[in-house]
């Protein structure tokens, strides 16, 4: 009986390639199963350090005009809005900051229980609501608050994570998002409507407020990157060293 190495060198080359190809198949699958087993370590952070900031905008707003080509009733009618939310002072709001690749530290807070009441996105006239949010991976609960059909569709990058019909006021969804990532999410009815779904690898995430501020606490003291980020357009990384116990206060300007 010849050996697999003899075997193997009789078998057509197109049928080696297929060997090759499901070989390296196993092999990216294999990666991405140890990748996903490390997951975030909840451990006792002993004078961890604070990381502080505000995000500005200093330039001209700038805007989209939203075009409704259906249900003006409900949608209303043409409009210019901003793609930043900018205060008085600046200040931009539901700018997301997080620390890039974080293995071990605190423990996810009462804010990031998953529990009975999930977190929230419902379309409201036509716009989701909220626009930008940040939540553990687990389940997202979508609603329809408007009196006509909604197809919500949300991506991680190009894949669907997930499709639902909505065509009644009222009509409520669950979707599972257990992937960490960032999800993009539109009406497939109502091309304008854009919401963005943050789901995250560690509680080291921070929404910025009305006045552009956040706050990351309890940081294991370590070198990281600081994430910026307002849309898929503007994102800004950044080395940041945080030392046991000491409040690190910095400013970061989109542009």
Not at 26 to 41: C, D, G, I, M, P
Not at 159 to 185: E, H, Q, Y
């Amino acid at each position: 009986m010849r050996d697999y190495k003899q075997l193997y060198s009789l078998c057509p080359a197109k049928l080696r390639s297929v060997s090759v190809a499901i070989f390296a198949t196993a092999f990216v699958a294999s990666a991405l199963f140890a990748h996903r087993a490390q997951a975030y370590e909840e451990v006792i952070v002993s004078g961890g350090g604070t990381l502080t900031g505000k995000v500005v905008f200093n330039g001209d707003v700038p805007t989209k005009m939203v075009i409704p080509t259906k249900d003006p009733a409900v949608c209303g009618g043409i409009r210019n809005v901003p793609t930043i939310a900018v205060g008085a002072d600046k200040g931009v709001k539901n700018a997301v900051a997080y620390l890039k690749v974080v293995e071990s530290g605190k423990a996810w807070g009462k804010e990031w229980m998953q529990s009975m009441e999930a977190p929230v996105l419902d379309q409201v006239k036509c716009e989701f609501a909220p626009y930008v949010q940040i939540i553990r991976p687990g389940t997202l609960n979508i609603l329809n608050s408007d009196p006509l059909l909604h197809n919500t569709h949300g991506f991680y990058g190009r894949r669907t994570a997930f499709n639902l019909a909505m065509p009644n006021k009222g009509d409520s969804n669950r979707a599972d998002l257990k992937r960490p990532g960032l999800v993009r999410i539109e009406c497939d009815a109502h091309g304008w409507m854009l919401a963005w779904v943050h789901v995250a690898d560690s509680p080291y995430y921070a929404v910025t407020g009305e006045d552009g501020m956040f706050t990351i606490n309890d940081i294991p003291p370590g070198e990281y990157t600081l994430v910026i980020w307002q849309d898929t357009e503007r994102t800004i990384e950044q080395k940041v060293v945080v030392k046991t116990g000491e409040k690190l206060e910095m400013s970061i300007e989109l542009n």
